[in-house]
């Protein structure tokens, strides 16, 4: 049973504009959502996290927007760059539990130059 | 200077051999974990170990084994090793168990013929 799941498996962008990458959970416990980045034969690199108090959470060109009643978080990156070209995962968890992060299956974003 | 560093990179072997996957992080945190990458890139938790306590997934057979000589080493063994069990194992390590950012190895693909 996947709790976390990140329907589009791929997402092409123009370099200089907006990449929206989706996110949907199912676990109404869960209170706590990252991004995670990763590039090929690599692991998996924090990027950005939001806890479920806020709707909305910047770090420079990353933002992620939490919408709880929708159980739906998207990370926006503005502009984007083709360094950004990576595996984009979204993960989960509940902070009253074992810190087990719940993984999507992740999005491959490609920047276009 | 690598934070979370796992070894082998790559692991061949056949079915029915033993193997173990080393882990090692030099961040001074308290909480290691193993996840598994399965073919269809669905990362998921396998076991989480703080200050000797460990936690585990219940759906992970007992043929993995992790093992926690120090705090900064969870080295996970594997017991006659099946075809399903061909992934990647990425370990990562957190602050405290309460910690949500985890930090990533760089996996270890394993590919058991």
């Known amino acids: 049973d996947q709790q976390v799941k990140q329907n589009s498996p791929s997402l092409s962008v123009q370099e200089g504009r907006i990449s929206i990458l989706n996110c949907d959970y199912t676990n109404s416990m869960f209170d706590y959502f990252l991004w995670y980045k990763k590039y090929p034969a690599e692991g998996p690199t924090f990027l950005i996290s939001?806890?479920?108090?806020?709707d909305k959470n910047e770090d420079g060109r990353f933002t992620v927007f939490l919408n709880k009643s929708a159980k739906h978080l998207s990370l926006h990156i503005v502009p984007s760059q083709p360094g950004d070209s990576a595996v984009y995962f979204c993960?989960?968890?509940?902070?009253?539990?074992?810190?087990?992060?719940?993984f999507g299956t992740g999005t491959r974003l490609t920047v276009i130059p | 200077d690598t934070a979370v560093s796992q070894t082998p990179k790559y692991l061949v072997t056949q079915m029915g051999n033993d193997k173990s996957i080393k882990c090692e992080q030099n961040?001074?945190?308290?909480?290691m974990y193993w996840y598994k990458q399965d073919s269809k890139k669905f990362l998921k938790i396998m076991f989480s170990?703080?200050?000797?306590?460990?936690?585990i997934n219940e759906t992970v057979p007992n043929r993995f084994s992790p093992k926690s000589p120090d705090k900064a080493h969870l080295n996970l063994h594997i017991n006659s090793l099946e075809l399903g069990d061909s992934a990647v194992y990425f370990c990562?390590?957190?602050?405290?168990?309460?910690?949500?950012?985890?930090?990533f190895g760089p996996g270890t693909r394993l590919t058991v013929l």
């Open positions: 993960a989960a968890n509940s902070l009253t539990g074992a810190n087990n992060l719940f």
């Open positions: 990562a390590s957190s602050q405290g168990a309460d910690s949500d950012t985890q930090y």
């Open positions: 939001i806890s479920s108090i806020k």
């Open positions: 961040l001074g945190h308290d909480t």
């Open positions: 170990y703080n200050n000797k306590e460990l936690i």
